[in-house]
């Protein structure tokens, strides 16, 4: 009752807080304490959390967004916070796209749209292809794919082969809209492959177990090697 907290200028009271520390990125907090009291005393805290929101329309753990890109050999382990649309390692695409050996381990918060590996795929005249890649991360958005969140007034086709969604997301796929989706071998263990829409072929529903086994992996989705 005799000491006063202050970290960057905002007093702290009680057990447990939370504060806002702006807008910009801090190399550095301020802590300041004074106290009446004639005791020796340690200030120690623990489980701090810092939480970065970026209220930016794109966000993405490899490229924000994607206009005549190809991903090889890529990982994603960052937590991502978006806004409007957010990917594991594509948040927007509009262009060609190609997507190899790579995956998604980063949850993902975005307000309206994400995508474990893609978030919005939207008006892109040319192919999208996405081969031997998965996500195991969860997210959370109003529209959500395990894989992509949103696929929409597309004139390329847009074909997944040899993947897979390991999440708990409802979705491999959140939304399908005027677009030709193409799907070969490529595997979900929830109960709903594709929130709205339709595609070309089948999504395989399988046990979480076998997607966790390498040889499964390497003998059923033909990756050259467990990543």
């Known amino acids: 009752s005799n000491t006063v907290i202050k970290i960057n200028g905002i007093t702290i009271t009680g057990g447990s807080f939370n504060i806002n520390l702006g ?5 550095s907090l301020t ?13 120690t805290f623990t489980n701090l959390q ?9 966000s993405s753990g490899i490229v924000a967004s994607s206009n005549n890109t190809i991903i090889n050999n890529t990982i994603n382990k960052g ?7 957010s990917g594991g390692l594509v948040g927007v695409n509009t262009n ?3 997507i ?3 995956y998604n381990n980063g949850d993902i918060n975005s307000q309206y749209v994400s995508g474990g590996l893609i978030g919005v795929i939207e008006k892109n005249s040319n192919p999208v292809n996405i081969s031997k890649n998965y996500n195991s991360a969860d997210m959370n958005a109003t529209n959500i794919g395990g ?19 390991i999440s708990t997301t409802n979705y491999v796929i959140g939304t399908i809209s005027n677009t030709i989706v193409n ?26 177990t076998n997607l966790k086994n390498k040889s499964y992996i390497i003998n059923n989705l033909y990756f050259n090697e467990f990543i």
């Open 23 to 27: 807008t910009s990125i801090l190399d």
């Open 31 to 43: 802590v300041v304490t004074s106290t009446t009291s004639k005791k020796t005393s340690t200030l």
């Open 50 to 58: 810092y939480n970065i929101s970026y209220k930016y329309a794109v």
């Open 79 to 85: 937590y991502i916070y978006g806004y409007s649309s």
């Open 96 to 98: 060609t796209l190609n």
């Open 100 to 102: 190899n050996n790579s």
């Open 147 to 165: 894989l992509i969140g949103v696929i929409n007034n597309n004139t390329g086709n847009v074909t997944i082969s040899n993947s897979f969604n």
């Open 183 to 208: 799907v070969t071998n490529t595997h979900y263990t929830n109960t709903n492959a594709i929130k709205v829409g339709s595609i070309n072929g089948t999504f395989t529903l399988t046990d979480s």
